[in-house]
């Protein structure tokens, strides 16, 4: 866990793509699960920020 | 004499163009080979995304050409998320997709491991196995809708056979709690072959000499089925559900033909809605903000996924 704060901190790849990879993967529930509308609402802002994300930290320092 | 036909091709050259491209550079001339792909990828592909996203922020309808467009900025796709036809549509895509990725690659997994035994018959299993993924959606929704059919439908007489129910007491595709369970089957039908095919090829890829080293270490079958072919095939059951899982997110032809989205919006799937309201409603705006919206979930699944898979490589 404190690697993972720590490459956040340092701008390193692997921390960055997991951040954006555990926000699309959470837009995708969102957009799926039957319970609540506001998650419903929400979910492609979240995955849309986890796409744009992704893409960008991609190219961070390994 | 390795440079032979080059030579050959460069006197059958057109002095004209011979002269005209002499002085280019060989990054110049690589350039005018690709910038035709370049050129269509970009008509093709990245002008009409680019064009989608432009009209999700619009009131546009097709089939009003003439009047004035708006700009109607994220109302769209505040419409879209808010709507709960949508999110019924979102459930029954959610539905199909996890159960047909989980069916395709028990059984079709399963079908590779007995395949990979070596046994008389084997290719001409195969052969008969891939036979519904050759066939066209269209037609094996067509099929499906009789097997399906309460009356002479023999999927409903199978069914029958084993559960003593009566084969006319229920329609798969005209019940609302069973429909989607017959899209799932269908698709399974058709699509476990792809499945079995890539876990085949995965498995036949696994050289014998690791099982031979595991016997020689008393390994019981069990625990190389566990340590040696689930990992050394993961790579490949990992592509497989990538590729069900794009394809099956925007599943379409077999769906409609089957059951046509019904009965009511149970087995409407979001491409099935999409092209509703692009081509029924002719509301493109707002159609193009769903295909949007569709395009991005995709996009971000298959980047994790992708991330995943090389991961899994690499080890």
């Known amino acids: 866990m404190t690697s993972f704060f720590n490459g956040l901190v340092r701008f390193r790849r692997g921390a960055w793509e997991m951040l954006a990879s555990i926000l699309i993967a959470l837009g995708v529930v969102m957009l799926m699960q039957p319970f609540v509308m506001v998650a419903f609402t929400y979910s492609f802002i979240v995955t849309l920020v986890g796409t744009v994300m992704f893409i960008i930290v991609s190219h961070f320092p390994e | ?315």
């Not at chain 2, 019924?88 to 590779?112: D, K, N, P, S």
């Not at chain 2, 018959?121 to 309460?150: E, H, K, R």
Request: proline fraction near 5%; aromatic fraction near 14%; charge should be positive.
């Open chain 2, 1 to 315: 004499m390795t440079h032979a036909p080059m030579e050959k091709i460069a006197r059958a050259t057109p002095a004209p163009v011979a002269r005209r491209i002499k002085g280019l550079s060989d990054r110049a001339i690589a350039w005018i080979f690709v910038a035709p792909s370049i050129f269509l990828l970009l008509a093709v592909n990245i002008f009409p995304l680019i064009w989608t996203i432009r009209l999700s922020f619009t009131n546009y309808r097709v089939n009003r050409p003439n009047r004035d467009v708006e700009w109607v900025g994220l109302r769209n796709y505040e419409r879209i998320l808010t709507d709960d036809g949508i999110w019924a549509t979102m459930q029954a895509t959610a539905h199909f997709l996890i159960w047909t990725i989980v069916l395709q690659v028990i059984i079709g997994f399963a079908l590779a491991y007995l395949i990979n035994k070596k046994f008389k018959g084997n290719d001409l299993w195969t052969t008969v196995i891939v036979l519904p993924m050759m066939l066209s959606p269209a037609v094996v929704g067509n099929f499906w809708t009789f097997l399906y059919q309460p009356q002479i439908g023999l999927f409903n007489y199978v069914i029958a056979f084993f559960t003593g129910a009566d084969p006319a007491s229920f329609s798969m595709i005209g019940d609302v709690n069973l429909a989607p369970w017959a899209i799932v089957i269908a698709d399974t039908w058709m699509w476990t072959p792809f499945v079995m095919l890539i876990c085949l090829a995965g498995l036949r890829s696994i050289p014998d000499s690791i099982y031979e080293a595991a016997e020689c270490d008393r390994a019981s079958k069990w625990r190389q089925f566990w340590t040696i072919t689930i990992p050394m095939a993961l790579p490949f059951l990992m592509l497989a559900v990538l590729f069900r899982g794009i394809e099956n997110f925007k599943m379409f032809d077999l769906v409609v033909q089957l059951t046509g989205g019904g009965p009511g919006n149970t087995t409407t799937l979001t491409s099935i809605d999409l092209k509703r309201e692009a081509f029924e409603r002719w509301r493109t705006g707002y159609s193009s903000a769903y295909a949007v919206i569709l395009f991005v979930t995709v996009f971000g699944l298959a980047s994790i996924y992708v991330k995943a898979l090389n991961k899994v490589k690499e080890r």
